[in-house]
């Protein structure tokens, strides 16, 4: 199986889906001398951090050599006290 690849920036504001099954949102993005970092924003749980090395494959869905800076998003819900 032949599943081609490409090292690509994820472009900001678009959604990717993970070979993992999960999707993620691209919300901003670092380019510097020490290598490119893309946030990405899991739509299911709201965990954030930054990649690296972000691969898009043949078939549309991402990878990344690895990430760092891990967090929760903070949601726009508001909470009722009872």
Do not use: H
Request: with cysteine; hydrophobic share 30%; net charge neutral.
């Amino acid at each position: 199986m032949n599943d081609s690849s490409q090292y690509i920036i994820p472009e900001v504001g678009k959604v990717y889906e993970n070979k993992n099954g999960f999707k993620y949102r691209c919300t901003g993005l670092r380019i510097n001398v020490c290598g490119n970092a893309a946030i990405m924003e899991n739509l299911t749980s709201g965990w954030t951090c930054r990649v690296y090395g972000v691969k898009e494959y043949s078939d549309g869905t991402i990878e990344w050599a690895y990430s760092g800076g891990g967090f929760f998003a903070e949601r726009n819900e508001q909470c009722k006290v009872g």
